[in-house]
């Protein structure tokens, strides 16, 4: 199927329009009539190239999932009056360019897409509570970021070309950025942090926690990884901690209990063979 229709089809019942996997799918139909629309699923239509940016201004339009679409290369609308709270935009592969705003979006995820930079008018997205950049072009996060204040989850794993992180949300209470092998400091962590799991940061130099860091990881509650992040530099370990310092070889130790039981193991399966 490469297109649903042609004009304008006055849908007044539709509430839930799922594409998934129509591979030959080129082109959204108009969709500026059917004003009930809740869900938009375009899910693995691998062949979609464009976007009606009408389907954005939908007023009861509330999840779109246009994940998996590798033909696409951008997305944007000239509308500032979009509604919806939930955009999934994962393995959008060769998606470059993406410039939507919803002052309602508490969920968006750009994960394994070609975007570098986010739109200088984020800080919109004044609702926004989950980003997910996992293994994203990303090169730097807006300047403005913290002015996200219900932000609590960020997800920025495997973003190779980011070198630094601006100031965060007092909200955040999970950071993600493992192996994001150029990222060189993690400065001003929002008190509020409660996971903080950077591992194998091997270009990590500087860590810095507000004044509350030694109440923090004294907290079971917290969760501060920092697996082979060898190149910390010595006021960034003390700033840590014991708990973090003691993370940095967790791994190890645990790779080397594991090697332990896997002998033992051998061993009583030798003896009983002989």
């Not at 033909?71 to 000239?78: C, E």
Request: net charge neutral.
């Amino acid at each position: 199927m490469e297109k649903l229709w042609d004009g304008l089809k006055n849908l007044v019942n539709l509430k839930e329009l799922d594409l998934m996997h129509s591979k030959k799918l080129k082109k959204m139909p108009d969709l500026s009539q059917p004003t009930n629309v809740e869900v938009l699923v375009l899910l693995g239509c691998s062949m979609l190239t464009s976007d009606d940016s009408s389907i954005f201004s939908l007023p009861k339009l509330e999840s779109i999932d246009i994940s998996g679409c590798k033909s696409l290369t951008l997305l944007t609308s000239n509308s500032y009056f979009c509604n919806f709270s939930y955009l999934n935009l994962d393995f959008s592969m060769n998606l470059r360019e993406f410039s939507l705003i919803s002052q309602n979006m508490k969920e968006l995820r750009l994960g394994f897409t070609k975007v570098k930079v986010l739109p200088s008018s984020f800080e919109c997205h004044s609702k926004l509570k989950s980003l997910h950049l996992t293994r994203s072009g990303i090169e730097m996060l807006p300047s403005s970021f913290n002015n996200l204040t219900q932000l609590q989850h960020l997800d920025i794993n495997n973003c190779n070309k980011l070198r630094t992180i601006p100031e965060l949300p007092p909200s955040l209470q999970t950071l993600e950025v493992s192996k994001c092998k150029s990222l060189k400091n993690l400065s001003n962590l929002p008190s509020s942090l409660k996971t903080l799991k950077a591992i194998e940061c091997k270009s990590l130099k500087t860590v810095s926690f507000p004044s509350t860091a030694d109440e923090q990881l004294t907290e079971n509650k917290k969760q501060f990884l920092f697996w082979n992040c060898r190149n910390l530099d010595e006021s960034s370990a003390e700033a840590i901690g014991l708990k973090a310092q003691m993370n940095l070889m967790e791994l190890e130790e645990y790779n080397s209990m594991m090697r332990e039981w896997w002998d033992k193991c051998d061993g009583r399966r030798g003896d009983n063979m002989g």
